[in-house]
């Protein structure tokens, strides 16, 4: 999370060019959204695991990051692809996201809603958040992408200044129900229920295709959607100096701080 603010900062400042990042986590993360309640985790079950926990510096509820490709894409709102609003940047990002999915055989659309209130990328109204599921893979949001019904690539959004960062999670194997196991619930029913509902509303690449896909085989299908759909040519790069120095930084001040982890 502190890699993809530096870049935010970074590409935003035209430091380095607009950057398309795609990663994996190693051991497997919690991730919260910026505002969602610290106590939704159960910290026992979590530490049990050997789970490590981070706050997202963008909105949305919780996700646990493994056996899955994350992409993040920087750069400032001048850049054609980033330009406009919340919702219009989303909409143009997730084209790219389909051809993507299109590439490995995953039939899939855009989810629409005229509503940003509850189903927002930022997770929903603060009067409604004492009745939204924790989980973020229960419900798709606007231009969010779904497979036979099933939310398939969770995203989220953050702007700082003119800057614009848009990072969200493709599950491409594994049990999405496993999360339940690391949240707070107020008995076993509320938990089974939920765990449910993420079996009705989510879904992995393997669960859609029978067949396991490699990181490497989804990581070439983004980087080839994103050329395509955003008229993009694309080069490998490496982290800038300042890039390391501040994620460094940001991972001392938010990211591995508790106080930052447990501020809400």
């Known amino acids: 999370m502190a890699v993809d603010e530096a870049i935010?900062?970074?590409?935003?400042?035209?430091?380095?060019?607009?950057?398309?990042?795609?990663?994996?986590?190693?051991?497997?993360?919690?991730?919260?959204?910026?505002?969602?309640?610290?106590?939704?985790?159960?910290?026992?079950?979590l530490a049990e695991r050997g789970w490590h926990l981070v706050r997202r510096p963008t909105g949305g509820r919780a996700i646990l990051h493994t056996g899955e490709l994350t992409y993040s894409i920087c750069g400032p709102q001048t850049e054609p692809s980033l330009s406009g609003g919340v919702l219009e940047s989303y909409r143009v990002i997730s084209a790219a996201l389909l051809e993507a999915l299109r590439l490995?055989?995953?039939?899939?659309?855009?989810?629409?809603?005229?509503?940003?209130?509850?189903?927002?990328?930022?997770?929903?109204?603060?009067?409604?958040?004492?009745?939204?599921?924790?989980?973020?893979?229960?419900?798709?949001?606007n231009y969010e992408?779904?497979?036979?019904?099933?939310?398939?690539?969770?995203?989220?959004?953050?702007?700082?200044?003119?800057a614009v960062l848009q990072h969200g999670s493709l599950p491409l194997t594994g049990d999405l129900l496993r999360i339940v196991q690391v949240l707070n619930y107020s008995d076993d029913t509320a938990r089974q229920s939920a765990a449910r509902r993420i079996a009705e509303r989510?879904?992995?690449?393997?669960?859609?295709?029978?067949?396991?896909?490699?990181?490497?085989?989804?990581?070439?299908?983004?980087?080839?959607?994103?050329?395509?759909?955003?008229?993009?040519?694309?080069?490998?790069?490496?982290?800038?100096?300042?890039?390391?120095?501040?994620?460094?930084e940001l991972v001392e001040q938010k990211y591995d701080n508790p106080e930052w982890t447990a501020r809400i």
């Open 8 to 45: 935010l900062e970074s590409a935003g400042s035209g430091l380095v060019p607009p950057t398309l990042r795609l990663y994996a986590w190693e051991p497997a993360c919690l991730s919260l959204g910026m505002a969602q309640p610290y106590s939704d985790v159960n910290h026992a079950a």
């Open 104 to 141: 490995l055989g995953v039939e899939a659309k855009s989810n629409e809603k005229p509503d940003p209130g509850r189903n927002s990328p930022f997770g929903g109204r603060s009067d409604e958040r004492k009745k939204i599921d924790p989980v973020c893979f229960t419900e798709p949001s």
């Open 145 to 162: 992408i779904t497979s036979s019904g099933k939310k398939l690539i969770g995203s989220a959004q953050a702007r700082r200044g003119s």
């Open 202 to 248: 989510a879904a992995t690449v393997e669960q859609l295709l029978g067949k396991k896909v490699s990181w490497e085989e989804a990581a070439l299908a983004m980087r080839s959607a994103f050329e395509k759909i955003l008229g993009l040519e694309l080069e490998v790069g490496e982290l800038s100096a300042v890039e390391m120095s501040r994620a460094a």
